[in-house]
């Protein structure tokens, strides 16, 4: 990511605003294409804006953000995939006044090759390490809009390229999914990532609707650190509930964590059925032996961090929602209150007009 700072005696972030509004006004579904007896695939602009206020500790941020999110189908193989993201978030400098940082970033740029039990991908892609870089990262998706400590301890972006699918696994009751993938070092500030490779194979069992899976990675720079992870993944048939966790272990500086998930959707009470009720609990257990220096330099992955948040999330619609959440953070020295409230909206339109497509 790269950013730049603007400042001012008020949070002056009406352009950013107005883009969120622009957004939330015009982009209104879209329109199939139909070919034949199936669907033809349209090129869709996506994503998601959001505005959030954060206190840490104490601290206020006010964070407007947009993310688009290009598909681009060639044939019936062939897919490009692009998603950037722009922030401004705005906080009291040490003279009282409001402080501006824009941010702005490649989150992937990818062309995907589509076939029955593989997909081959090349560009810039997100590691496929355990469930929530993939699955749950988005602010649109995310029950709880704090990241959990363990997803800083893997690299989370990769460039180069890699395999992944999925069949089942000699019978209809366990579906087996894999990624395996290589990156190269890039040091460019915008899409900066770490020469690496590893993996994730998952089984899922559609009965129960449960997942269990494992992942690794193996940097091939600096000291060479390697990581490994697993994932937990259940929403039982019998109420409307997700139970989520992901472990992360990695033999360099960065330590081990670990988090628990649960979100309920109360669909079964007619006046509450748009509110979810969300509770996640994490640990994070710095590496040993590290110097002052350098946990200074990890920051929040320097230092034994416990957190409970609990969070509730209304929806309007399918597309828009209101977030808000507590947390309380125990660090050594630093005990910290984390309050989070905001809006996220998530557009779909196609990129031209489909009528009359044949």
Known sequence: MCSFKLSGKKASCGWILGLVLLFAGSMQGQNDAI????????????????????????????????????????????LIEAKGGLSDTFSKN?????????????????????????????????????????????????????????????????????????????????????????????????????RSTGGRIGFFLPGPRLELGASFQQVLQADRPHSVGVHFVWQPNA????????YVRSSGTKGSAYWIESAYRLSQIPYLKRLELVGRGQQFFAAPNLTAATITKLGPLGKDTNEGDFGLNYYFRS??????SYGRQFVLGRNANLWTVGMTYRFVMPMWPTVGVQ
């Open 35 to 78: 070919k034949g007896d199936g669907i033809k695939a349209v090129p869709i602009l996506t994503g998601s804006t959001a505005y959030f206020t954060n206190i840490n500790g104490g601290r206020f941020q006010d964070a407007p953000v947009v993310s688009p999110l290009m598909l681009l189908p060639f044939g019936d193989r062939w």
């Open 319 to 324: 597309d828009v929602r209101a977030s808000a």
């Open 94 to 194: 040490a003279q009282g006044n409001y402080a501006g940082k824009v941010s702005y970033g490649l989150v992937y740029a990818q062309a995907d090759y589509i076939t029955k039990y593989v997909t081959v991908t090349g560009g810039r892609f997100t590691t496929p390490f355990g469930i929530y870089g993939e699955r749950l990262a988005p602010n649109w998706i995310r029950a709880l809009q704090p990241t959990p400590l363990s997803a800083f301890i893997t690299s989370g972006a990769s460039l180069g390229g890699m395999l992944r699918g999925g069949f089942p696994a000699g019978t209809e009751k366990v579906n087996l999914n894999y990624a395996a993938y290589f990156s190269a070092n890039n040091t460019n500030h915008i899409v900066a990532t770490d």
């Open 239 to 246: 109420f409307p509930m997700s139970l989520r966790s992901e």
